[in-house]
């Protein structure tokens, strides 16, 4: 399956950018903003972008992170040593995306697709929790039922952002295909 044309991987790309520009600074989002969309967009990014784009979206996290801590007073609390961890969870949500791009969009595909979703973002807050709690240097008294609670109290607020943010990108692109006519024989094809 070949990559989009590169104005649409540049149109696609940009607006993941400005997507999250505009939600990285809630995690959780609040009455007035959207939930943070950054790990849905990496796992996008790997979907419909050459590895070209990987760097710049990792490069953005970082300098919006930076800017909210340095410049408009978000607290430092998760910015530790773990901190690159967070990259590597990015880099596994890039990869599920990249992975996902094989599999067939129809009927039980799409069982797949949202399996390889849901494990994906699973292990990427595996990987960025389980660093922030165990060589963060917040928590004094690590033990594996506190860090299981941890998992049970965030975890899921993970999931069900990300997974949302790609139900409503899967009818986004369900409907681009629609709309143009393309009949690809796999779900990223139509890019």
């Not at 790990?39 to 930076?66: C, K, N, Q, R, T």
């Not at 530790?80 to 599920?96: E, I, R, S, V």
Request: charged content about 10%.
């Amino acid at each position: 399956m070949s990559l989009a044309q590169p104005r649409t991987q540049a149109l696609i790309g940009l607006s993941l950018a400005a997507v999250m520009a505009a939600t990285r600074f809630h995690h959780f989002g609040d009455t007035l903003h959207l939930p943070d969309a950054s790990w849905a967009l990496f796992f996008l990014a790997g979907f419909y972008l050459s590895p070209a784009w990987l760097l710049g979206l990792m490069a953005e996290a970082v300098a919006i992170d930076a800017a909210a801590v340095g410049l408009m007073g978000v607290s430092a609390y998760c910015l530790t040593p773990a901190y690159a961890a967070l990259q590597l969870a990015h880099l596994g949500l890039w990869t599920g995306g990249r992975l996902s791009r094989r599999m067939n969009g129809e009927g039980s595909g799409l069982v797949a697709l949202a399996s390889v979703a849901a494990v994906t973002i699973i292990g990427a807050f595996l990987v960025s929790n389980g660093a922030f709690y165990w060589f963060g240097g917040r928590v004094a008294d690590t033990n594996w039922l506190q860090f299981a609670h941890t998992f049970v109290d965030y975890g899921p607020a993970f999931l069900a952002s990300t997974l949302s943010y790609l139900a409503v990108a899967a009818l986004a692109h369900g409907l681009a295909v629609h709309l143009t006519g393309s009949r690809p024989t796999r779900l990223g094809d139509a890019t």
